[in-house]
């Protein structure tokens, strides 16, 4: 069993799928790392020839592996992936669904995070992100903010992410409010520090007219669906100048009408709409060591023993 580990090659990516010590937990297999595959988050070549793996170039890691891990689907073309060989990582299906029936159909599996159930926390790559995702999305949207002192912030979500953008604003002493889809997501909206509960979308308009929020953090979504629509055009005439909006979940059709993916947009009644593919990549170590340790538990429970 030889595991080979890319570099990344999305659009500034900066972590990494394996850390030198899940390596060393590895010890049992042969690891091939990519050349510079750790060093956006810090580590060196040779800090993965300490743990036991070899360092090799893009190719031989394709040639040789039977098991290729990435964070983000390589940025160029798997033509070079030989029959046999199984990929893990974020495999992004609803933009790659056909990429990935072409692998499959070579011989090809693809083993996404993007599956993998809440009930298997050791292995749940896509919750660790989101989480870290909330922290990051929230604290960019209080930012970008014009007025001072305490946010009404109104979080869109329950999720992991949403979750924690709660949590972040309850440390920052703003006011949240949550708006979730199920009755029992209250008591852990509230357990993380949200204010109120909205447990029903179809009373979203009544709550922004009575108590505009100052930000909104777009994060509702179910893992593999797209997001619904929850900020349409009525809901941000509602709004006042100046509102900032954080959507998370762009790539999988967005909570509000006017994202624009990778960037930051001030409507013409001055609410401002952001978005950004890959918040967990600005603490790249954090997010790597959260990933790695997801990866490595998946290798050992499914593949290594």
């Known amino acids: 069993m030889i595991i080979g580990v890319l570099r990344e090659t999305a659009v500034e990516e900066r972590r990494v799928a394996l850390i030198p010590d ?46 290729v891990v990435w964070v983000k689907p390589p940025a160029y073309p798997l033509d070079s992936v030989r029959s ?18 072409g692998l499959r159909a070579r011989g090809i599996e693809s083993i996404g995070y993007e599956t993998v159930p809440h009930s298997r926390p050791e292995i749940d790559a896509l919750s660790a992100m989101s989480r870290i995702a909330g922290e990051v999305a929230y604290a960019q949207g209080r930012e970008l903010r014009s007025a001072q002192g305490a946010v009404h912030a109104l979080i869109l979500g329950c999720g992991q992410a949403g979750l924690a953008a709660i949590a972040v604003a309850a440390a ?63 809901a941000l005439d509602i709004l006042r100048p100046g509102t900032v909006i954080v959507d998370l979940v762009a790539k999988s059709g967005g909570n509000c ?45 499914r593949f290594v023993g």
Do not use: M, W
């Open 172 to 234: 920052h002493d703003d006011v949240p409010t949550a708006l979730g889809n199920r009755p029992d997501q209250e008591s852990a909206a509230i357990r993380h520090g949200a204010k109120t509960f909205l447990p029903n979308p179809a009373g979203l308009l009544a709550h922004l007219a009575a108590e505009p929020p100052d930000l909104i953090v777009c994060a509702a979504v179910h893992r593999g669906a797209r997001g619904p629509l929850l900020l349409d055009g009525a």
């Open 84 to 101: 046999g060989t199984t990929l893990i990582g974020f495999q992004d299906p609803l933009h790659r669904h056909d990429v990935i029936a």
């Open 257 to 301: 009408v006017a994202t624009v993916l990778d960037r930051t947009v001030t409507l013409p009644n001055g609410v401002i709409v952001t978005h950004r593919s890959n918040y967990p990549t600005l603490r790249p170590l954090e997010a790597s060591l959260a990933y790695s340790a997801a990866t490595a538990a998946l290798l050992k429970t």
């Open 22 to 67: 899940d390596v060393r937990r590895l010890a049992s297999v042969d690891v091939l790392v990519e050349r510079d595959a750790g060093r956006s988050t810090g580590f060196s070549d040779a800090d993965y020839r300490g743990s036991g793996a070899r360092i090799v170039e893009r190719a031989e890691v394709f040639a040789r592996s039977d098991l």
